[in-house]
């Protein structure tokens, strides 16, 4: 059985204005989509922007394995 992964928060940085009130997790995949409650949140580098009342799904999402 594969071991579940862990959901990174990784902390907002300054000069990210388009992101803004969106938490970023770190995703295991490098690219592709997540639908979360209606919305599409695109992963991009490893790395996806959610809205704060999405992140737990986001986290079960990443720790599931997609």
């Known amino acids: 059985?594969?071991?579940p992964r862990k959901a990174e928060v990784i902390p907002e940085k300054?000069?990210?204005k388009k992101n803004e009130g969106l938490v970023t997790l770190k995703h295991f995949a490098?690219?592709?989509r997540?639908?979360?409650g209606g919305e599409i949140y695109p992963i991009?580098?490893?790395y996806i922007?959610?809205?704060p009342e999405?992140?737990?799904k986001a986290k079960e999402h990443i720790?599931?394995?997609g």
């Open 1 to 3: 059985m594969a071991r």
């Open 14 to 16: 300054d000069t990210e």
């Open 30 to 32: 490098k690219s592709g």
């Open 34 to 36: 997540v639908f979360i």
């Open 44 to 46: 991009e580098d490893g």
């Open 49 to 51: 922007h959610v809205k």
């Open 54 to 56: 999405h992140v737990a």
């Open 63 to 65: 720790k599931l394995g």
